[in-house]
């Protein structure tokens, strides 16, 4: 078994050197790579070690109370009492008050120890954004203190049975009990809720439900079903009985985190921001939990590769030219997948740091809606592919569960799925991403490209031409009646235009010869 070991110089060059995070005012490099090298020992000798078992013993539901695996809860309290969970809420809500980029950073460490404890805990970051943008002041300080103490975790509950991401056919109904329409205690919701990652866990005393229920409008879809939704806080501890957890997942992954069939029946519910407005609510917490979905994808290609350069470098395999024992790094084929996992690895991350720096910036918010949409896609699949090529590497042994690639496997393969599937995204940048605003996503990507590529020449020949073939791919999918048929080929055009332009500035910013090797093979790479 190869120990899990924090990518941190990785991160930190990705982050100071590719995306510029030192172009926001607030960035202290100094100070985050001290938090984050924290929290890496942290995750390396507490949080990692339960990965295996977690995934051996799973989640049991016990008379309708869900149990976490064996050490779940003792790794839990020590999160909270470090201050984990509060990472970016406000100090006067008793947070740290750190900035995005940081908890991006934790939170891919976090993924890559242990993606099924993350996913249990790390909705609370998306939770406290939400309740800052859209809570009154009693529902502030009321829940921040909660989650930012790990006193309460939360949960985001979307989709229903019939209900996929087709939001408009959500049928959970909040209705108000009394006659003063201004007592938001007064509403009562009731529905069914599925596949609620972290619906009921045993680690936090409470846990607050963000639900997206219909309060308005005939239910019938359309424009008027979407506006007739509205978001609700409902607090476990208070329902009792009527929030109910009637099943959990048997999945192909992420065996401990608890992935829940919940039934909602007359709970008591607050209104969170306005009646109708529940989309615009929500997609405070989707938006977060897209790139934090991208950045799990960046920890299983990260952790792929770890296991796999391990494992070669150790396992002798066949003979050299000379006769002599060879290593199974050693040889060509072994050395391209190897090369090809560290390519995705690096290159999924930059493009996701360069996304949440544009975000944090806050000047082109058209370049953020078109550029989140290309990391889900390229970096879920990235995770995917480079435990895919690990399994391959290490051969027989990958495919035993002892090595824990094919864990990684399993684990990465739902990123690519949830938080939206892949072609649900791809969509998105071949619809909104060409005509909102008149192509301006679109024209902030174009330029975009131009300043990572830069006028280096003519060693990005290549990355120039395929900007002209995306240019082109442009104005084809702007001239077709039907994008949807095009969406997936030019989506995978733009994250590969993404990718290697990415790798341009990685290897000529770093001026490192093994990346400026690594980037010969990007740019000579076969997509699949």
């Given at each position: ?5 924090a ?11 590719v ?44 008379s ?5 695996p ?16 509060g ?11 750190q ?16 993606h ?50 087709d ?25 069914e ?21 219909r309060s ?17 806080l ?77 494992y ?14 060879a290593?199974?790094?050693?040889h ?23 996304a ?20 889900k ?12 090529l ?11 569960q ?11 393969r739902?990123?690519?799925i ?27 990507f ?17 990355v120039?031409?395929?900007l ?9 999918m702007?001239s ?49």
């Amino acid at each position: 078994m190869t120990p899990f070991v924090a990518p941190v110089d990785d991160i930190l060059f990705s982050l100071n050197t590719v995306a510029d995070a030192h172009s926001l005012p607030y960035w202290d490099a100094e100070l985050s790579e001290q938090i984050l090298r924290h929290f890496a020992a942290f995750a390396e000798h507490e949080i990692a070690p339960l990965n295996a078992s977690g995934d051996i013993q799973g989640c049991n539901l016990e008379s309708g109370v869900v149990r976490m695996p064996d050490g779940f809860a003792d790794v839990y309290r020590q999160l909270a009492e470090g201050g984990w969970q509060g990472l970016t809420a406000p100090e006067s809500f008793g947070g740290m008050g750190q900035n995005a980029l940081v908890a991006a950073a934790v939170s891919e460490v976090f993924s890559g120890a242990n993606h099924s404890m993350q996913m249990v805990c790390n909705l609370v970051p998306g939770a406290i954004s939400t309740l800052l943008r859209y809570g009154d002041q009693a529902q502030q300080q009321r829940w921040i203190p909660r989650l930012a103490s790990g006193d309460a975790l939360s949960t985001m509950c979307l989709t229903e049975p019939d209900a996929g991401s087709d939001l408009a056919r959500i049928r959970t109904i909040a209705k108000q009990s009394g006659s003063d329409s201004k007592d938001s205690d007064r509403w009562r919701v009731t529905g069914e809720k599925i596949f609620i990652s972290g619906g009921d866990q045993n680690l936090s005393e409470d846990i607050l439900h963000l639900v997206l229920a219909r309060s308005a409008g005939d239910g019938s879809g359309g424009r008027e079903g979407i506006n007739g939704l509205s978001l609700f806080l409902c607090s476990k501890s208070e329902a009792g009985e009527s929030i109910r957890v009637t099943r959990i997942e048997q999945k192909l992954g992420l065996h401990a985190s608890p992935t829940c069939h919940m039934v909602f029946d007359d709970a008591p519910a607050q209104l969170l921001g306005e009646e109708g407005a529940g989309l615009k609510a929500m997609f405070t917490l989707m938006n977060h939990a897209r790139l934090d979905v991208a950045l799990q994808g960046v920890a299983h290609a990260a952790r792929a590769h770890a296991i796999s350069s391990n494992y070669a470098a150790q396992r002798a395999q066949g003979r050299k030219p000379d006769g002599s024992s060879a290593m199974l790094s050693e040889h060509a084929d072994v050395r391209r997948m190897l090369d090809e996992q560290k390519t995705l690895a690096m290159g999924a991350r930059a493009m996701a740091h360069i996304a949440l720096v544009e975000l944090e910036r806050g000047e082109q918010p058209a370049l953020v809606e078109f550029l989140t949409p290309l990391c889900k896609v390229f970096c879920s699949e990235a995770g995917i592919r480079c435990a895919d090529l690990g399994i391959q590497v290490l051969g027989g042994y990958g495919y035993l569960q002892e090595y824990h690639i094919a864990q990684t496997w399993r684990d990465a393969r739902i990123t690519a799925i949830y938080e939206g599937a892949n072609g649900i995204h791809e969509l998105a940048v071949s619809t909104r991403g060409l005509r909102t605003q008149g192509g301006a996503g679109a024209d902030a990507f174009d330029s975009l490209i131009v300043s990572l590529i830069g006028s280096r020449a003519p060693e990005n020949q290549e990355v120039q031409s395929l900007l002209t073939v995306w240019r082109a791919s442009r104005q084809n999918m702007l001239s077709i009646d039907d994008p949807t048929t095009g969406s997936h080929a030019f989506a995978q055009l733009s994250c590969e235009l993404f990718f290697r332009a990415v790798w341009s500035r990685i290897a000529f910013t770093a001026e490192d010869t093994e990346l400026s090797r690594l980037y010969s093979t990007v740019l000579v790479r076969r997509t699949h």
